[in-house]
C-alpha cells in the first residue's frame, strides 16, 4: 500500500468516527435528517421553477437537454458500429 492508500484509509476513519458521534444523540440525527429533508425539498421545487419559468420563456427545459444529449450518444454510438462494420468490409 502506498502513502495515498493509507492517507485514504486514515480519512476514512476519522470521517466514519466523527459521523459516529455526530449522530450518536438521537436529537442531533432527526435535526440532522430534517435538515436533508428541507434541503432536497428546496432542491426539488428549485427545478420545478425553473422548470416553469423555461417554459415560459418558451425555452426548452433542461430535462429536454438530458433527452436530446442521450440521443445524441446514441446515434454516435450507432454512428461507431456503422463505421466499424464498413471498414470490415
Known sequence: MGIRDDLKKQALD???K????????????????NAIGRVQRGK?????????????????PRSEFKALG????????????LEEKLNAL
Do not use: N, P, T, W
Not at 26 to 33: P, Q, S, T
Not at 70 to 81: A, F, H
Open 18 to 33: 466523527a459521523m459516529e458521534k455526530l449522530m450518536a444523540d438521537e436529537k442531533r440525527a432527526m435535526a440532522i435528517a
Open 70 to 81: 442521450k440521443q445524441l450518444s446514441g446515434l454516435k454510438r450507432r454512428l461507431r458500429e
Open 44 to 60: 426539488q421545487a428549485l427545478d420545478r421553477g425553473q422548470e416553469e419559468l423555461m417554459k415560459a420563456f418558451h425555452f426548452a
Open 14 to 16: 476519522v470521517s466514519g
